[in-house]
């Protein structure tokens, strides 16, 4: 078997997750209406919760109250994202991987599974398809294995923005890659990373070893924790955190997310610019016990906790969850999705419609094409954003935070929203879609006060529709 390279931690590795303290929390939080009332109220005001409130909102049982969290989720999510919702597609580079995560079909284990890695012109052909149907923003996906090292990565990233066919191009290359250490970081950071995502899976210390193995790169619990501070003392301050739900109770890992938010944000002066808390799916050669498996009832409440918890993270819900529980989460939280999404290697040319289970890393529960998803955006009065500009213009990490107050949505979000819809829905878009995208640009541009911005804007929507100019940003 090939060997990993040595393992560096960042400066001051620390592994600040006390699984008996976060226990404690949870066994003690006795949510007494008043201070569950206090607690929101404080996270209207956009102040982010310490583990204990959030251990306070997970225990509250009282449907009055749970239906408050909800109120009062819908109520941020408005406040500080508005009616824009961020679209990205994955695109698997390869799956060969030397850890062997019993929930995975990637792991090593799974000799079933069919091992395939894009060359760079396979990845040219994925990446033409997804332009060709209106994609600007992706997610690179890789397994753990020494074929795919930071230099490799960074080819890749190199490649997907070099192509550019017919009117669209890539504008923002997020990976979601094993740990690497800070040279490899340094090296993806070159060439032009978005956001570098990995997730902690569980947080909780024995589960985490009853799913990885000890004698993998993966079973090293603090190696992965530490990820996030060597991905952040390297230069990437654009970083995302996540928690696979099912593996473990899920108020622990809500709180694990808390505490990890706040460590990133303590150590490095910013905090995650998103949290994906992906929910275990069925997956060849995989069994799944079901003791910790999450209801959509719980699931729902996970999300409006966090968004309660971390009022300027994204969220991110992917096509893992069927189409319905998309559209509610939406609403209370969800900031981020990605659409048209195929896993299979080579999937966005060579799949049909079909799902290829033994090509895949799980099942998807939504594989409706992007301008499906599209369309029951627009009628739902959602804004589909493929904006990228903050990236782009050096709005990321702590400036980012800063900026993300409201003034920003109306300056640049929103606009920038508005414009990268309309390239869709002049390039890209089936007739009906386009219908009900340009319905609701009227209705948008009229809940804005006239003036200088709303004149631009409109300059520049009516350049998109007439001329082939497109990226517009503000
Ligand atoms: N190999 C890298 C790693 O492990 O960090 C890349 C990530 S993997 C390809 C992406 C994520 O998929 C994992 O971090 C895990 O949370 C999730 N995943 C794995 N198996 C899954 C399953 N059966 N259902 C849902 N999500 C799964
Ligand atoms: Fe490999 Fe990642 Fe799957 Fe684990 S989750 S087996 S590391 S691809």
Known sequence: MPALPEMTLSSHAVDFIDDAALVDLLLNARPDPAQVRDIIAKSLDKEPLSPAETATLANVEDPDLI?????????????VYGNRIVLFAPLY?????????AYCAFKSSNTEA?????????????VEALENRGHKRLILVFGEHTDYDAAFIAECERTVYSVHSGRGEIRRVNINAAPMDHDGFRTIKDAGIGTYQVFQETY????????????????DYLYRLDALDRAFEAGCDDIGIGALFGLYDWRFELLGLVSHALHLQQRCGVGPHTISFPRIRRAQGVTIDPAYLVPDDQ??????ILRLAVPYTGLILTARETPELRREA??????????????????????????????EQFELGDIRPLD????????????????TSCYRVGRTGEQFMEYAVPGFIQRFCTPNALTTLMEYLVDYASLE????GERLIVQELAKMPDGAMKTDLQARLNKIQTTDTRDLYF
Do not use: W
């Open 299 to 304: 699931f729902k409440r996970v999300i409006a």
């Open 204 to 219: 909780h210390h024995d589960t985490y070893r009853r799913y990885h193995p000890a004698h993998t790169r993966k079973g």
């Open 372 to 387: 499906a998803v599209m369309r029951e955006l627009l009628i739902n009065g959602d804004i589909p954003s493929f904006c």
């Open 433 to 436: 879609t386009r219908a009900a």
């Open 114 to 126: 069919v091992r395939r890695t894009l060359d760079q012109l396979e990845l040219r052909q994925q």
């Open 67 to 79: 239906e408050d969290i909800f109120q009062a989720a819908r109520k941020l999510k408005h406040d």
């Open 93 to 101: 580079v390869g799956n060969a991987c030397l850890n062997d995560c």
């Open 330 to 359: 939406i609403s209370f939280g969800v900031s981020q999705i990605d659409a048209g999404s195929r896993i299979e290697l080579g999937g966005y040319t060579e799949a049909g419609d079909a799902q290829v289970l033994e090509c």
